[in-house]
């Protein structure tokens, strides 16, 4: 008897089996994902600027997928606001992160998430831009062709010259960082060299090459000890104390490329470039310009194509 059951108990227990499978199979089956949501975010902004933010791109790989998918954003690691269109006012300086979830009403996929930052700047002095040589000075000029608050320039006397303190921010000419105007006057624009020639207030000039090289070769006694919203720049400089003995306040402004289709900015905190009024003897096209990079203890120099390449200017007088 027993030896005729055995069978019967085996197929019973292999359907359960297959059956069991199955089941835990439905459980464990993933649901396909949606890919791509986006939105349009400024990079930099002042205190008080007001976006509207709109959700685009979501798709799915399962085809169509979802007609109009849940939109749900938030501020940094504030809880989550459903919204079609997330309306984004921030009053105070600093670096603020925003984050849109897209998911399906429906719950048949799984939701899709993207972040973006956007640096909220102060352009007065001692704001955004502070440190050792960042501050105001009894030895100032106010550039009237430029908005009041954001037009006054520091100067220090090294030798026979008066020099900046701070960048070059005239508006009249120029790219600013990321194409946002409110970087201008504390991190300075870029200039192509023809510009840097015009560029500076009526009594003050581009310095020559002779003139840059008389502030010595080492790099250290340039540099402000400086931060931007609290990110310390030249922050990777392991073999130079930014003393800012000569009161320069160089900070790194990094250098455009103004000749691509869209320009490109780039080695913002780690590079500074500076233009002369020194042109290349040997090639029109070119001029002198002094650099500083943050893994050398040293002020360099060489050619650079006077219209495809814009930097940071300090005037002299």
């Known amino acids: 008897m027993t030896r005729r059951l055995l069978p019967y108990i085996g197929l019973v227990l292999a359907a359960f089996s297959l059956f069991s499978c199955k089941k835990k199979e439905e459980e464990t089956t ?19 600027d007001s976006f509207d933010l709109k959700a685009y791109g ?52 799984y939701a ?18 502070t440190g050792t040589g960042i501050d105001a000075a009894d030895n100032h000029i106010t550039d009237t062709r430029d908005k009041a608050g954001e037009n006054d320039y520091f100067y ?14 005239y508006t009249g000419s120029g790219l600013a960082y990321e194409n946002a105007d409110v970087t201008s006057y504390p991190i300075g624009r870029f200039y192509t060299w023809e510009e840097a020639m015009k560029a500076c207030p009526e009594g003050w000039r581009l310095p020559t090459a002779e003139e840059w090289a008389a502030l010595g070769s080492e790099a ?17 400089w392991p073999n130079a104390p930014r003393t800012n003995t000569t009161n320069l306040a160089v900070i790194p402004a990094g250098y455009a490329l103004p000749s691509l289709t869209t320009p490109a900015y780039k080695r913002i905190y ?23 990079f943050v893994e050398d203890n040293e002020v360099r120099s060489t050619y650079g194509e006077k219209g495809s390449l814009a930097l940071s200017v300090r005037c002299v007088r």
């Open 156 to 169: 220090t006397r090294i030798g026979d010259l008066d020099w900046f303190r701070n960048n070059l921010a």
């Open 30 to 48: 993933t649901k396909p994902y949606l890919y791509g949501v986006s939105f349009d975010l400024p990079t930099f902004a002042r205190p008080g």
């Open 112 to 129: 899709t998430s993207v972040s973006h930052t956007i640096i909220v700047i102060d352009p007065t002095l001692g704001k955004t831009l």
């Open 220 to 236: 250290a006694p340039l540099l402000a000890d400086a931060y931007l919203n609290s990110k310390r720049m030249w922050e990777y």
């Open 58 to 109: 979501v798709y799915t790989t399962e085809g169509d997928g979802v007609d109009k998918p849940t939109y749900k954003w938030r501020i940094g690691t504030a809880a989550f606001q459903e919204a079609e269109v997330f309306t984004v006012k921030l009053e105070k300086v600093g670096n603020f992160t925003i984050t849109c979830q897209a998911s399906d009403p429906d719950d048949n996929y």
């Open 270 to 292: 780690d590079y500074a470039a500076f233009w002369t009024s020194t042109e290349d003897p040997a090639k029109s096209t070119q001029a002198r310009y002094f650099y500083i």
